[in-house]
């Protein structure tokens, strides 16, 4: 598995068959790891607050999701690094984690969604483990990890948005007792199709994220309007200043 390093963050270059593998190695192993993924929008919060760049650099995999990153990667390393959105393959993976039992808790979103996605997930999946599920909201308190290992999960799903969901893993990694923590940031919204994903077209194009603002431009004006001038400055210093 290759590892680069951008913006003084260290990503992974994988693709599903692989971590696939790893999540297989890890369970069978017995070796705990987390998982997670680098976008523009971590790498701008984390030009602010520097302990993310701490936690994104202690995953044991920290995936490139986001087409700006693979642009800033040619543009400044003149490197072609694929990216990988777990989202592309997550119905593929419940399938696989069915097929082999490993079993699975979520953890995020509003209670409406989280129960939904427990209950599609169970309908298109019925023999797949469903360990346990807790909301995002009134659902993290200091009795969420203790209820979250009692269940004993072989992967746990954390979908609480960034930076949220990957300073609560860092903060709770070592109380965690299963294999596979992973964060899938807005996952569960896609799942029960509250998200929709853009077309093919524009996905393919890297213009996914002008699909989202239309779908609800007061969420994601910030990341999407003020964020992507602000990553595209971050390159351009980078590449004229080294810094």
């Known amino acids: 598995m290759k590892e680069h390093l951008i913006f003084n963050i260290k990503v992974n270059e994988i693709g599903f068959t692989q971590l696939l593998s790893v999540i297989e190695n890890a369970i069978n192993q017995k070796n705990k ?3 997670g993924y680098t976008n523009p929008h971590l790498v701008r919060l984390s030009q602010k607050e520097k302990n ?3 936690v994104l650099n202690d995953f044991d995999i920290n995936h490139i999701d986001g087409t700006g990153l693979t642009i800033a990667f040619r543009l400044l ?3 072609i690094v694929p990216r990988f959105n777990l989202t592309d ?3 593929t993976f419940l399938s696989e984690c069915e097929k082999k039992e490993w079993s699975i808790f979520f953890l995020g ?6 129960s939904k996605t427990v209950q599609k997930v169970k309908q298109s999946f019925p023999h797949l483990k469903v360990a346990g599920f807790l909301n995002g ?3 993290l308190n200091d009795s969420s990890v203790p209820m979250i290992n009692q269940s004993t999960p072989d992967i746990l799903w954390v979908g609480l948005g960034s930076p949220k969901q990957e300073l609560w893993i860092d903060k709770n990694f070592e109380k965690l007792h ?4 992973q964060s899938v940031g807005d996952i569960f919204n896609h799942i029960v199709g509250k998200r929709l ?3 093919d077209f524009l996905r393919k194009l890297g213009f996914e994220w002008f699909f989202r603002l239309m779908q609800d431009p007061v969420k994601y004006f910030d990341r999407y309007v003020i964020g992507i001038p602000y990553f595209l400055f971050l390159v351009v210093r980078y590449k004229l200043l080294k810094y």
Request: glycine share 10%; net charge positive.
């Open 109 to 114: 979103g509003e209670q409406s969604i989280i």
């Open 137 to 139: 909201y009134d659902g």
């Open 178 to 181: 299963c294999d596979v923590i």
């Open 52 to 54: 993310l760049k701490k």
């Open 197 to 199: 994903r853009g077309p």
């Open 77 to 79: 390393n003149n490197k």
């Open 89 to 91: 393959h997550v119905f």
């Open 33 to 35: 790891i987390k998982i």
